[in-house]
């Protein structure tokens, strides 16, 4: 694990300049080394300030976003895909003049709950913008990774296996994954299974329960992620994520369908996620000490 982070909406829902730099120093505060922020418009927040900010407090950044429907690049349509590639190569240049370094989330389609099939003619236009806006993101010194989500947020990447395919067929180098507990729980057969088999394809990786609450109350075996992640030997960012209509806007709690708080106080829930994880971090390491004695 390089970085340990926390998603911003634990602190606030994003819409301001002000809550943003609150939640920077929220971050700072817990002892958290990254933040990720939502998709970030130029014209709406001083990018620099938050740089400025960031820097100062020594918490690094990333950028996660869903395109909408109207800019979905696994559409057909020649003017929604085109709509599609100019919103990800603006994120590609926040993230940079931000200071940020990395853009990641549900870059390869609308972040909905589809009422079709994919296509192959849409796979193919995603691959193809995907590997497009990874050659601006590798000029900007931003990585790119993209987030495989559960079946009711996007139709294209549910799996690891399918996120593999689709990064192979971008033709990048510069493409990586975006995994995310509280995904693999709903898709994958064997969510550590499906962390080696991403190996150093594995970009990001995001820490979630499987009810987006405290960490530990939900059904996820943690003992066998932590495992698999030093398996794969993975030594990039690990993000805790949970969701709050206390704190986030309509827009997210429904796409997210977020329909129940699982908590109201984001101070606990901060402390008890950086306890959890390196706890179970820690717990792995010496489990893999133990079994490699003689």
Same mark, same amino acid.
């Given at each position: 694990?390089?970085?340990?982070?926390?998603?911003?909406?634990?602190?606030?829902?994003?819409?301001?300049?002000?809550?943003?730099?609150?939640?920077?120093?929220?971050?700072?505060?817990?002892?958290?080394?990254?933040?990720?922020?939502?998709?970030?418009?130029?014209?709406?927040?001083?990018?620099?300030? &938050?740089?400025?900010?960031?820097?100062?407090?020594?918490?690094?950044?990333?950028?996660?976003?869903?395109?909408? &429907?109207?800019?979905?690049?696994?559409?057909?349509?020649?003017?929604?895909?085109?709509?599609?590639?100019?919103?990800?190569?603006?994120?590609?240049?926040?993230?940079?003049?931000?200071?940020?370094?990395?853009?990641?989330?549900?870059?390869?389609?609308?972040?909905?709950?589809?009422?079709?099939?994919?296509?192959?003619?849409?796979?193919?236009?995603?691959?193809?913008?995907?590997?497009?806006?990874?050659?601006?993101?590798?000029?900007?010194?931003?990585?790119?990774?993209?987030?495989?989500?559960?079946?009711?947020?996007?139709?294209?990447?549910?799996?690891?296996?399918?996120?593999?395919?689709?990064?192979?067929?971008?033709?990048?180098?510069?493409?990586?994954?975006?995994?995310?507990?509280?995904?693999?729980?709903?898709?994958?057969?064997?969510?550590?299974?499906?962390?080696?088999?991403?190996?150093?394809?594995?970009?990001?990786?995001?820490?979630?329960?499987?009810?987006?609450?405290?960490?530990?109350?939900?059904?996820?075996?943690?003992?066998?992620?932590?495992?698999?992640?030093?398996?794969?030997?993975?030594?990039?960012?690990?993000?805790?994520?949970?969701?709050?209509?206390?704190?986030?806007?309509?827009?997210?709690?429904?796409?997210?369908?977020?329909?129940?708080?699982?908590?109201?106080?984001?101070?606990?829930?901060?402390?008890?996620?950086?306890?959890?994880?390196? &706890?179970?971090?820690?717990?792995?390491?010496?489990?893999?000490?133990?079994?490699?004695?003689?």
């Amino acid at each position: 694990m390089r970085r340990l982070g926390i998603h911003s909406f634990v602190w606030t829902g994003g819409q301001t300049q002000d809550g943003l730099e609150m939640a920077l120093r929220k971050s700072a505060e817990h002892g958290y080394r990254t933040i990720e922020f939502a998709y970030l418009r130029p014209e709406k927040f001083d990018l620099g300030r &938050l740089a400025k900010l960031a820097q100062s407090l020594d918490v690094e950044i990333g950028v996660t976003m869903g395109l909408p &429907l109207d800019r979905d690049v696994s559409s057909e349509d020649p003017g929604v895909v085109a709509a599609g590639k100019t919103m990800l190569a603006d994120a590609v240049r926040a993230v940079r003049d931000i200071g940020g370094n990395k853009l990641g989330g549900i870059l390869y389609s609308a972040h909905t709950k589809y009422n079709r099939q994919p296509t192959k003619r849409g796979w193919d236009n995603s691959a193809a913008a995907i590997a497009e806006t990874a050659e601006l993101a590798k000029s900007c010194g931003v990585d790119l990774v993209l987030e495989v989500v559960n079946r009711f947020e996007t139709n294209l990447l549910n799996t690891t296996a399918q996120g593999l395919k689709f990064i192979g067929d971008t033709g990048s180098d510069h493409v990586r994954l975006h995994l995310d507990t509280f995904h693999m729980n709903i898709e994958e057969a064997n969510p550590a299974a499906a962390i080696r088999l991403a190996g150093d394809k594995l970009g990001y990786f995001h820490i979630g329960e499987s009810n987006r609450g405290f960490l530990g109350d939900g059904v996820i075996n943690f003992d066998l992620i932590f495992d698999a992640l030093l398996d794969i030997d993975y030594k990039r960012d690990v993000v805790f994520e949970s969701f709050s209509t206390t704190v986030v806007d309509e827009g997210l709690s429904l796409a997210c369908a977020i329909w129940r708080d699982t908590w109201t106080d984001n101070d606990p829930l901060a402390a008890h996620a950086r306890k959890f994880i390196e &706890l179970k971090m820690d717990e792995a390491k010496r489990r893999r000490a133990t079994s490699a004695r003689p």
